[in-house]
C-alpha cells in the first residue's frame, strides 16, 4: 500500500501568514493526489484534486503542486476559517491512502 | 443540489452486524464512484470501501475485507454498507463519499453516522 506522510503534523501561524503544508508519498502516485479541510465536528472537504486542480468554490488562495512523490498545499494568505486539518489522499492505487493530517493552528 | 445522508449508526456488541444506509440525492450512482470513509475518535481517516456500479467492481481496506461488504438500492438511489463480525477497533464516524465522476477524489460528503463496538 502507498503510505502518505505529511509534515509538520502541527504549524501555528497568523492570519494572512502564508501556509505550506507537505505530503510526501511511498511511492509515485502519478499526480492523483488530492487535498482536503476537515474542521471540527465536520465532514471534510474536498481542496485540491489530481495535485493542483482546485475543487468547485473553493478559493484562489488554495494551491497545489508537485509531482511523483512530493507535494505540496499552500495557501497564500490565511484567513481566520482556514484554522482546521489538512489531510492528503492518493487514487493511484489500491487501497486509496489518507496522509495522518497536519493540524493548521492559529498562533 | 447534490447531498448524501447517512443512516444506521448505532451501538452493537463485538461480533454482531450493522447495515449503513447512505441515501444520495441530484445525482445517479451509475456514472460515479461512491465510497465509504471512516473515522475513529480523534483520529485521521481511514478508507474502507470504494464501488464502481458501472461495472460491478467492489475494493476493500484490508481491515475491512472479507467483513465489509458494500450494495445499492437503485430504486432508492440507497448506497449501502453491510458490517459483519464488528471489532472494537470499527468504532468510528463512518462517512459516504462521492467521487468527481468516476474517480476516488471526493467531491461530496454525508455528515457521517457513529459506529461504536462494544460491550
Known amino acids: 500500500e502507498i503510505v502518505l506522510t505529511q509534515s509538520p503534523a502541527t504549524l501555528s501561524l497568523s492570519p494572512g501568514e502564508r501556509a505550506a503544508l507537505s505530503c510526501r508519498a511511498s511511492q509515485t502516485v502519478n499526480n492523483y493526489l488530492a487535498w482536503y479541510q476537515q474542521k471540527p465536528g465536520q465532514a471534510p472537504r474536498l481542496l485540491i484534486y489530481d495535485t493542483s486542480n482546485r475543487a468547485t468554490g473553493i478559493p484562489a488562495r488554495f494551491s497545489g503542486w508537485g509531482s511523483g512523490t512530493d507535494f505540496t498545499l499552500t495557501i497564500s494568505s490565511l484567513e481566520p476559517e482556514d484554522f482546521a486539518v489538512y489531510y492528503c489522499?492518493?487514487?493511484?492505487?489500491?487501497?486509496?491512502?489518507f496522509g495522518p493530517g497536519t493540524r493548521l493552528d492559529m498562533k | 443540489e447534490m447531498q448524501l445522508l447517512e443512516s444506521g449508526g448505532g451501538l452493537v456488541q463485538p461480533g454482531g452486524s450493522l447495515r449503513l444506509s447512505c441515501a444520495a440525492s441530484g445525482f445517479t450512482f451509475s456514472d460515479v464512484f461512491m465510497s465509504w470513509v471512516r473515522q475513529a475518535p480523534g483520529k485521521g481517516l481511514e478508507w474502507v470501501s470504494c464501488?464502481?456500479?458501472?461495472?460491478?467492481?467492489?475494493y476493500y481496506g484490508d481491515s475491512v475485507k472479507g467483513r465489509f461488504t458494500v450494495s445499492r438500492d437503485n430504486s432508492k438511489n440507497t448506497f449501502f454498507l453491510e458490517m459483519n463480525s464488528l471489532r472494537v477497533e470499527d468504532t468510528a464516524i463512518y462517512f459516504c463519499a462521492k467521487g468527481r465522476g468516476r474517480t476516488s477524489s471526493y467531491e461530496l460528503w454525508g455528515q457521517g453516522t457513529l459506529v461504536s463496538v462494544s460491550s
Open positions: 464501488a464502481n456500479f458501472r461495472d460491478s467492481s467492489t
Open positions: 489522499q492518493q487514487r493511484s492505487d489500491w487501497p486509496i491512502t
